[in-house]
């Protein structure tokens, strides 16, 4: 399979070039089943001239494609999201091509706008970075949205991927949580989990009683995080001049199999080992002013050229000033 990508005027489109195993089967079928191509972007490019290419020329979707042929799709994106303000912001870009863009994000950001959080969010910036770098006006409706691909806590720091066409965010999603889209986050814990490596497959519920909050039950969704501890300290100050008051710290990598909400932060509380800093689930520290969690590594096959790709994003100041020994 060989899938190749350029830019059309002012879209995205990808090609691909048909293998003998599809030979005589329907452009319609190679665009759903081998170009993982949505029903609703196959219908949107029908309805133009140049949405569907059969080695350079306009074609029918149920046109039967030949081996060696090459399939092209234009995505054209259904124009800006007018409901989100355009905010200019700090973005800290740690990878971007035609398809993609992956940020490590601050801590305190909230990422989607919101009730009570309806501009300043991570997605207000992006809007603004891709309205200009594109060189649209403020007004054009046809300037490029973002779209989010995973999700972070307003607290959480670390990477996040926002797809720039709905095709390359369709993709995507479908990765989550499967071997093709990995993620590693790296947490400071209350205590040691014991062992020291190991997973925790709890379900995971709303708690009817605490509003945005959830829990271990019985009732909820299954939810699978695997841990390891990276490394320790017995004797930490909770807080300054409070040397009779310690308590041990450790630093844990986790990896999650499922996404539930607040995921690692109650897995971590019900082993007994919650994240410092996690008023929710844990204790109140003067060690750190958030949840002590941190989106470290990042793998996943890239949605267009099928490329493996890995990142990082070092642990931020605020985490690493918690006197732990950390090594990352």
Not at 84 to 105: A, C, R, T, W
Not at 251 to 262: P, S
């Amino acid at each position: 399979m060989m899938i190749l990508g350029y830019h059309y005027a002012m879209n995205r489109m990808v090609s691909y070039i048909v293998s003998p195993q599809d030979d005589g089967k329907s452009v319609y079928f190679i665009l759903r089943n081998r170009m993982h191509v949505s029903e609703a972007i196959v219908r949107h490019a029908r309805k133009t001239d140049v949405g569907v290419m059969l080695d350079g020329l306009p074609s029918r979707t149920d046109a039967i494609a030949r081996s060696g042929q090459t399939i092209s799709l234009s995505l054209f994106d259904n124009g800006r999201d007018r409901s989100l303000k355009p905010e200019p912001g700090k973005l800290s870009i740690v990878f971007e091509d035609e398809d993609l863009l992956i940020i490590n994000k601050d801590p305190g950001l909230v990422v989607h706008p919101s009730r009570g959080h309806f501009d300043g969010t991570l997605c207000n910036h992006v809007a603004y970075y891709l309205l200009h770098k594109e060189g649209h006006c403020e007004q054009d409706a046809m300037a490029p949205s973002p779209h989010p691909v995973n999700r972070l806590d307003r607290d959480t720091s670390g990477l996040i991927v926002f797809a720039k066409h709905a095709h390359a965010q369709n993709v995507l999603q479908a990765q989550l949580h499967t071997n093709s889209f990995k993620r590693t986050y790296l947490a400071i814990c209350e205590g040691i989990p014991e062992p020291n490596s190991g997973t925790i497959d709890a379900p995971i519920a709303r708690l009817r009683d605490v509003y945005g909050s959830f829990g271990v039950s019985e009732l909820g969704k299954r939810a699978v995080t695997h841990y390891r501890v990276i490394n320790q300290n017995d004797a930490v100050p909770t807080a300054p001049n409070e040397a009779e008051h310690r308590e041990t710290l450790s630093l844990v990598e986790l990896q999650l199999e499922t996404g539930r909400t607040h995921q690692i932060r109650v897995h971590m509380s019900h082993i007994g080992c919650p994240l410092l800093g996690d008023d929710a689930y844990g204790n109140p520290t003067s060690l750190i002013e958030r949840c002590a969690l941190h989106s470290w590594q990042l793998d996943l096959v890239h949605p267009i050229t099928q490329e493996q790709l890995h990142l990082e994003a070092p642990l931020p100041p605020d985490m690493k000033n918690v006197p732990i020994g950390l090594t990352r």
